[in-house]
T-cell receptor
Framework: EPEVTQTPSHQVTQMGQEVILRCVPI?????FYWYRQILGQKVEFLVS????????KSEIFDDQFSVERPDGSNFTLKIRSTKLEDSAMYFC??????????????????FGDGTRLSIL | DAKTTQPPSMDCAEGRAANLPCNHS???????VYWYRQIHSQGPQYIIH???NNETNEMASLIITEDRKSSTLILPHATLRDTAVYYC?????????????FGKGTKLSVKP
């Protein structure tokens, strides 16, 4: 069964450094998402991306964050100047285009196993 | 905030059915009910979703009440590998808000 893959599984970075988290969504999916989960807390939405632009973003997704689909397969999350509070699990998700509803419709999102980001 | 209410934890004996309830009394007519689970900090795993009819797949069954204000996820024969946090989420189909809003979920412990 196709799956969302994320690399690296664990990233350790010094505070203030830039970090790029990588995701390969499922190949025929057109909607892409990033979520994060701080240890012991809820999974939180960061951003969604469709047709090479951000569809929506949460208040967490400030100017330090950016997303990109640099080629036909990768979807990346960049944090420009990391802070201690950015330490979390970051999950990528993707979903298909729903032909009936002509959008994401009711199609479920499928998640990768995440990247654990540790800021020192 | 999440629009659903779930018990924080439940236990289930291995081999028995696990019935996980969810209350979504303010659900709108264009909102689907989704269930995900998260096994020990892995990524959330999609289980099933439905609008108003009961649904079944290879993983589970979803029973939605007629008034749609609550639902139950049924794992027919729970195994130790089903120990996880289970999330019930409502989401509008096809609108501008495609993101999932996770609550705290129900921590299901399947015991031998």
């Amino acid at each position: 069964e196709p799956e969302v893959t994320q690399t690296p599984s664990h990233q350790v970075t010094q505070m203030g450094q830039e970090v790029i988290l990588r995701c390969v969504p499922i190949s025929n999916h057109l909607y892409f998402y990033w979520y994060r989960q701080i240890l012991g807390q809820k999974v939180e939405f960061l951003v969604s991306f469709y047709n090479n632009e951000i569809s929506e973003k949460s208040e967490i997704f400030d100017d330090q964050f950016s997303v990109e689909r640099p080629d036909g397969s990768n979807f990346t999350l960049k944090i420009r100047s990391t802070k201690l509070e950015d330490s979390a699990m970051y999950f990528c998700a993707s979903s298909v285009w729903d032909r009936v509803f002509e959008g994401y419709g009711n199609q479920p999102q499928h998640f990768g196993d995440g990247t654990r980001l540790s800021i020192l | 905030d999440a629009k659903t209410t779930q018990p924080p934890s439940m236990d289930c004996a291995e081999g028995r059915a696990a019935n996980l309830p969810c209350n979504h009394s303010t659900i709108s007519g264009n909102e689907y009910v989704y269930w995900y689970r998260q096994i020990h900090s892995q990524g959330p795993q999609y289980i099933i979703h439905g609008l108003k009819n009961n649904e079944t797949n290879e993983m589970a069954s979803l029973i939605i009440t007629e008034d749609r204000k609550s639902s139950t996820l049924i794992l027919p024969h729970a195994t130790l590998r089903d120990t996880a946090v289970y999330y019930c989420i409502v989401r509008v189909w096809g609108g501008s808000q495609g993101n999932l809003i996770f609550g705290k979920g129900t921590k299901l412990s399947v015991k031998p």
